[in-house]
Structure formats: structure tokens, C-alpha cells
């Protein structure tokens, strides 16, 4: 599903060089945890797969079942099936959570040569989506994350994810903000998504999202690169003994 | 940071075939000598078979205009006009007055067919229930058709051209013209009383309520002229009429000038809800071109409990002067205004309200969008004055700005002055940009960015669109959506 190889990006401000040869490989179905300490580039690498403008890839590769996401413009990633939960929500003012999601999900069906869903089954559809994860009519009909809680903004986060049925979803420190109920729904919410066919990468600093959202492979990423890659039990080795042990080996 | 030289280039590439109606049209036209003096007024008057008293009007107005100087306090800059150098008049030459449809300049009609305006009643009648609109379809200097009029007449109401106003009703047009906007109010609107060729006229009789949509549509066609159009607004007590106007014009190197007047007077528990959807020549990515809009528009809420609405969408122009007021003169009379102002290339535009509280419990609200991108320059300008004598007056104001890229201005310029100590005036401004962050969220979902874009503005300007009448509205989105094409990397 997801291959990277030997990726290289950095910050296109001031040339600082964020990933150092970062290689990944996530199968179809797999969920990987990628752990790390503040700075060893989680975000960068969710920021470079999703296409944000600021990063200058200098080397490597990734692909989506084989096909090069890093050439494409972050729409057409999307279409591909490249999905981003954020570490912060945005906030846009005056736009129904309902007009967008549906906007994202034409636009996406629109760029695969697929027609418009209608609006009965688009409503159909969120009615159901929305209801799984405890989303009230009132949420739906709101401006886009405008009002809305933490744990309100991750589950709609969700809520397009299962709208927008991505091939790849990067979960950017979905935990961070969020109470244990909410983190109980959203959990949830994903383990709702996992599919033979769809792959999970999960950026988290804590074990404890790893208690709800079970993951086959843990990596730990420092300095831009991934140093150590095991099973679920390395998140509860990483969480007892801290990262200092890994940033040392990358050194 | 790379996104604002991307912003910056793509503004750069903003082409001008994305003004849609820069189109002109071939055909001959009656000018009247080049230049102002007073024989071009008796000129106009003569054209128009105005009564002698029109043109003693006409003169007047001149005379003072000679006085006048030029207003300078608006925040827009441009080289100073040359009147002597324009047309005060322009009109196709065709049969004078054509009765129907049959008679009007078949060129003329496929004009108004590019542009969208259904002028065929027929067409119009076997659309959607519903969407019936009267159309005065103003080119250059004449109102080339009114449709409707019949079943209009029915209900009693006169929605005409104004020179056949003044020919067919000269007491109504004498009772009201310079009413509100007095001949002396300020420059432009000297000179347009001076000038003025034609316009709409619209008389709704007590207690009526106005069946369709009235509309005046707009066009300037001929080089070198400037449109000095004229209109005037009637509701009689308990009356309700729901107008709207809209404008375009060629494209050309030149700029040229249009201004109006507009006097709306509503009387006791009459309601005035005007529409505007601007959309002249803006002028090129280089700033060439395009028309200076210095307008006058004023409603009087002369009777107890009337209201009058403004909602402006004004996209096009390369200058814009234009603040829609309102004389909240009867008690407990409603003023709003609703505006919509988009710039983008080199346009300025410097546009706002006055609410002028008199009577008792007179109540005003404003609520200003402005979008900015490219190298625009944006300012919203409005006053709010109290009378003394106007107890329980209240006026609220919500004045937002939206920038795009990182060479354009936004600017709020409110003016409140209030005598009267239990007034309640308040007013809440915010500036913000479309964040990357907001555009890459959209862009993240899915959404090409000329679309993201669009759907954030949409957003920002929503409760003004709400305020549209709903055919207008969809168009006046999508005018949003193209006025701002190019204007993010």
C-alpha cells in the first residue's frame, strides 16, 4: 500500500533538513504506530505525504500502490486516497459541516471520473456515519469546526474519514486534546474503519491511544529517520523507559 | 515565503478575458457634441422632449456644479477627469420609441440575450413560476425596453423609464425628484442632475404590494462616454417593492465614467428593498481600464415605520464610490444595508452606508463584507449619526474584512456621532486572512484551490447572500467565485 523510501524534506524557509532518509512500508490492512519525541519530524512526514506547501522533498520516494503521491497536488492526493486527521482541526467560518463534506467528497469523485452522489444518499450516508460516532444534527448544520469542542473536532475528523473512505489515513496526534471518552468514540470510530483494504499510520506520543487503537507494527522515528520497528509491546517498553535510549542509537 | 510569490504570479496571470461581458456591441449611435457646457444640457433636454421646467432644472444644477470642486477624501486615487473630454450623451439609433418588443434593434435584443437578461416576456413567462422579473434595460444613455408594464399597470404601478416619467408624470417626478438626493449634495450628484439621461421610475400605489421582482439592467456600450443614469423609487403608504439593478460594460483601455443617482422614498409602512449587483469593466491585470463608479444612492424613510433595505454586491469597476444610505426620518423607520464588496487586479473601492437617525425608535443595521486580493484596496466607510430627538434609536454594525495574498489593503473607516444620550450604537469589526492553514485543510479534502477559495468566501459573505433575492444570490456566488479566480497560488 504505502512505500517510502529514502525520504528526504526539509523546511522550505530556511533549508532545515526535518526527514533524513526515512524508509516505511505499510500492507493493506496493517495499522503502524509511529512514536517519537518532540522534533524527530511525526508531523513533518504526515505534513510531506498530505501535500502541505512549506516542505521541499530533496530525495526518496512514496507511493500509494505504486503510483508517486509526492508529484501530485494535495486535491489529487486526496482523490487518490490519501487522508489526514489534524493535529488541529481548522476552523471555517460561514461553511455547513454538511456543504463540506460534500464539496470534498464530489471534488474527490469529480478528479477519479466518478459522478456526483445524489443528494439523498449523500444524506443517507452521513446519517449513518454521523450517528456511529455520536455527531448531532446540530454539529452536521454548524460552520466547520467553528464552536466545536476538542473531542468535537477529532470525531469530525473522523466523521470525513468515513465519509471520504481514504486508501491511507494518517492519523496526526488524534489523541492530544482529547478526554478519555472521547478518545474512547474516536477510537472507535477508526477501529470502525479498519478493512483489509485501508491502511492506518498513527502518529502519536502516548501509549495510551495504542490501548484503543490496537497496532500491528510500532516505529520509533528520531532525527527524521525510523530507528526501531517491533510489535505493540515497544509502545509499553517506550512508555516505561522514555525515547533516551533511541535517540542515542540514532546519533 | 513561496506562497506569497505564488499569490503574487498568479495575480500577475490574471487574464482579462475572465470579465465575461467586455464584449461590444456594432452599433450606430447618436452622440451629442463632445464636452460639457450649457448647450449639451439643452441638447439632452431636447432629445428627451423634457418640459421646459426640466431643463431650468437641468441648468441650475450645471450652474452650481461650475462652483464645485472634485471630492478628494475618499481613499482612491486616480488622474483627474477630464470633462470636456466625454460624451454626455450616447443613444443607437433606432426607432425612437419602440412600443413592443417587435420594435426594438434586433442587435440590441442579442445584446441583452449575451449578457443573460430575459427581456422577452414570453420566454420569461414560460420559465419557472416564480422567477418573474421586470426588466428596464438602460444602454448607454436611453431605456431601449420596459417589460411587464401592462400587468404591472394593473396593479396601478408605473415602472418606467424616467424621461417618460417626466413627460407622462411630471407631477409625480417633480414632487420627489431632488428630494432626497438635493441637487447640491455633492459633486457628482450636481453633475448628474446637470447631465442625467435616463433611468427607472417606480411608483407603487397605497397599499400595494409589488407582484415580481423590478429590475433596471445596466449597460454602457459607446466609447468615451460616461452613463449619468437616474432613478427614482416610490412607495406609497403600506406599499412593498423589491428592486434590483445590475451593470456591466465593454472592455477598453480607457476609463470611463459612470454616475448615478438614486432617490428612494418610502412612506408610511412602505418597504424598499433595493438590489445591486455591480459588475462594470474592473480594467486590466495592469490597472488600464476600466469605470469609475462615483454614485449617489439615498433612501428616505419618510413615513412612520417604513424600511429600506440595501444589499450591494459590487464585484466590477476600477473605482468604486458609493455609499447606499438611509434618512430614518419617520418614527420607528427601518434602515439596512448589506453589502458585498470584492476587489481584486488594481481596483479601489471605497464604499459604506450613512444611517441617519431622526425619529423615534428608528432602529439601523450594517453589515459590510469586504474581500481584497491582488493589489486591490478596499475600505469600507460608514456613519451612524443620532439626531438629538431621536430617542430609542439603535444601529448595530458588522463590518468584516477578508484578505487575500500580502499586497492588498483593507481598510474601516466608521464615523458614529450620536446626540442623543440613550441611543444605543454599536459597532464590531474584524480583519482576517484566508489562513494557508484553512486552504491547505480544504485543498487536504479534496478541493482544487480556485474551489477552496471560493467556498471559504462563500462562507465569509454568507449572511449578506441570504439577504438576496434567491435567483440572485446563485448568480451573485458564482460572480464572487470568478472575480476572484487567480487570486491564490
Known amino acids: 500500500m504505502l512505500e517510502i523510501k529514502n525520504l528526504h524534506a526539509e523546511i522550505e524557509a530556511d533549508g532545515r533538513e526535518i526527514l533524513r532518509g526515512l524508509d516505511l512500508t505499510v500492507k493493506a490492512g496493517e495499522v503502524h504506530a509511529i512514536m517519537g ?15 502541505k506547501p512549506g516542505y521541499k522533498v530533496t530525495d526518496g520516494s512514496a507511493t500509494l500502490d505504486g503510483v508517486d503521491i509526492l508529484d501530485m497536488d494535495p486535491a489529487m492526493r486526496a482523490a487518490t486516497g490519501v487522508f489526514l486527521a489534524f493535529q488541529y482541526p481548522v476552523e471555517i467560518p460561514g461553511v455547513g459541516n454538511m456543504t463540506f463534506l460534500k464539496a470534498a467528497l464530489n471534488s474527490q469523485r469529480k478528479a477519479r471520473g466518478e459522478g456526483e452522489i445524489s443528494t439523498p444518499d449523500f444524506m443517507r450516508l452521513v446519517r449513518t456515519e454521523a450517528g456511529k460516532l455520536k455527531i448531532t444534527q446540530d454539529m452536521l448544520k454548524r460552520p466547520v469546526n467553528v464552536g466545536f469542542s476538542g473531542g468535537e473536532k477529532k470525531r469530525n475528523e473522523i466523521l470525513q474519514m468515513a465519509i471520504l473512505q481514504p486508501k491511507l489515513c494518517i492519523l496526526d496526534e488524534t489523541d492530544s486534546g482529547l478526554d478519555i471518552d472521547a478518545l474512547k468514540v474516536v477510537s472507535e470510530g477508526v477501529n470502525a474503519l479498519r478493512s483489509p483494504d485501508r491502511a492506518f499510520v498513527v502518529i502519536t506520543h502516548y501509549q495510551r491511544l495504542l490501548d484503543h487503537i490496537r497496532p500491528d507494527v510500532v516505529h520509533v522515528l528520531s532525527k527524521g529517520r525510523i530507528v526501531k520497528t517491533g510489535g505493540p509491546e515497544l509502545a509499553l517498553e517506550l512508555e516505561a523507559k522514555g525515547y533516551a535510549d533511541f535517540v542515542d542509537e540514532a546519533a | 515565503m513561496a506562497a506569497v510569490k505564488e499569490t503574487v504570479d498568479q495575480v500577475r496571470a490574471i487574464d482579462v478575458d475572465q470579465y465575461k461581458y467586455g464584449f461590444e456591441t456594432e452599433i450606430e449611435s447618436e452622440l451629442a457634441p463632445k464636452g460639457l457646457d450649457e448647450d449639451t444640457i439643452r441638447f439632452i433636454s431636447a432629445k428627451k422632449n423634457e418640459p421646459e421646467w426640466m431643463l431650468d432644472w437641468r441648468l441650475d444644477a450645471y450652474r452650481r456644479w461650475l462652483t464645485m470642486e472634485e471630492p478628494s477624501w475618499a481613499r482612491v486615487s486616480y488622474p483627474k477627469i477630464d470633462f470636456q473630454d466625454l460624451y454626455y450623451y450616447a443613444a443607437p439609433k433606432t426607432t425612437p420609441a419602440p412600443k413592443s418588443l417587435d420594435e426594438v434593434d434586433p442587435e440590441l435584443l442579442r445584446t441583452y440575450e449575451k449578457l443573460g437578461i430575459p427581456l422577452k416576456e414570453q420566454a420569461v413567462l414560460a420559465g419557472v413560476e416564480g422567477a418573474k422579473i ?356
Request: charged residues 20%; proline residues 3%; hydrophobic residues 35%.
Open chain 1, 37 to 51: 519525541p518532540n522534533g524527530a519530524g511525526k508531523s513533518t512526514l504526515s505534513h510531506v505525504l498530505a501535500g
Open chain 2, 134 to 489: 421586470a426588466v428596464d434595460a438602460v444602454f448607454d444613455s436611453v431605456s431601449v425596453v420596459t417589460t411587464f408594464r401592462e400587468e404591472l399597470s394593473k396593479h396601478g404601478i408605473i415602472f418606467c423609464s424616467i424621461s417618460e416619467a417626466m413627460r407622462e408624470h411630471p407631477e409625480l417626478v417633480k414632487k420627489y425628484l431632488g428630494t432626497v438626493v438635493p441637487v447640491t449634495d455633492n459633486y457628482y450628484a450636481t453633475l448628474n442632475s446637470a447631465v442625467f439621461s435616463d433611468g427607472s421610475f417606480v411608483w407603487i400605489p397605497e397599499g400595494v404590494r409589488c407582484p415580481m421582482e423590478l429590475s433596471t439592467y445596466f449597460r454602457i456600450n459607446e466609447k468615451k462616454t460616461g452613463q449619468f443614469e437616474r432613478t427614482l423609487i416610490i412607495a406609497e403608504k403600506g406599499s412593498y417593492v423589491s428592486y434590483l439593478e445590475g451593470c456591466t460594460a465593454p472592455q477598453r483601455d480607457e476609463n470611463q465614467l459612470h454616475a448615478a443617482v438614486v432617490e428612494l422614498v418610502a412612506m408610511e409602512d412602505a418597504e424598499i428593498k433595493y438590489s445591486t449587483v455591480q459588475n462594470w469593466y474592473p480594467g486590466d491585470k495592469d490597472g488600464r481600464g476600466g469605470i469609475y463608479n462615483f454614485v449617489t444612492k439615498r433612501g428616505d424613510c419618510r413615513g412612520a415605520r417604513s424600511k429600506i433595505s440595501w444589499t450591494q454586491v459590487e464585484t466590477g469597476s476600477a473605482i468604486t464610490w458609493k455609499y447606499p444610505s438611509c434618512i430614518l426620518r419617520g418614527d420607528d423607520s427601518k434602515g439596512e444595508f448589506y453589502s458585498i464588496a470584492v476587489s481584486n487586479g488594481h481596483q479601489q473601492v471605497d464604499s459604506g452606508t450613512k444611517m441617519i437617525h431622526l425619529g423615534k425608535n428608528t432602529s439601523s443595521r450594517i453589515i459590510s463584507k469586504g474581500i481584497s486580493a491582488g493589489k486591490s484596496q478596499n475600505t469600507y466607510r460608514g456613519q451612524v449619526k443620532v439626531n438629538r430627538k431621536a430617542d430609542g434609536a439603535r444601529s448595530f454594525t458588522n463590518c468584516d474584512s477578508l484578505l487575500i495574498g500580502h499586497d492588498c489593503g483593507a481598510h474601516t473607516v466608521p464615523y458614529l456621532e450620536s446626540a442623543n444620550p440613550r441611543a444605543k450604537v454599536e459597532h464590531e469589526a474584524t480583519t482576517s486572512k484566508i489562513s494557508d492553514d484553512q486552504l491547505f485543510y480544504c485543498i487536504s479534502r479534496g478541493l482544487p484551490t480556485e474551489e477552496a477559495v471560493a467556498l471559504i468566501v462563500n462562507g465569509f459573505v454568507r449572511d449578506v447572500l441570504q439577504q438576496l433575492p434567491m435567483e440572485f444570490a446563485v448568480e451573485a456566488q458564482k460572480l464572487i467565485g470568478v472575480s476572484l479566480e487567480g487570486s491564490v497560488g
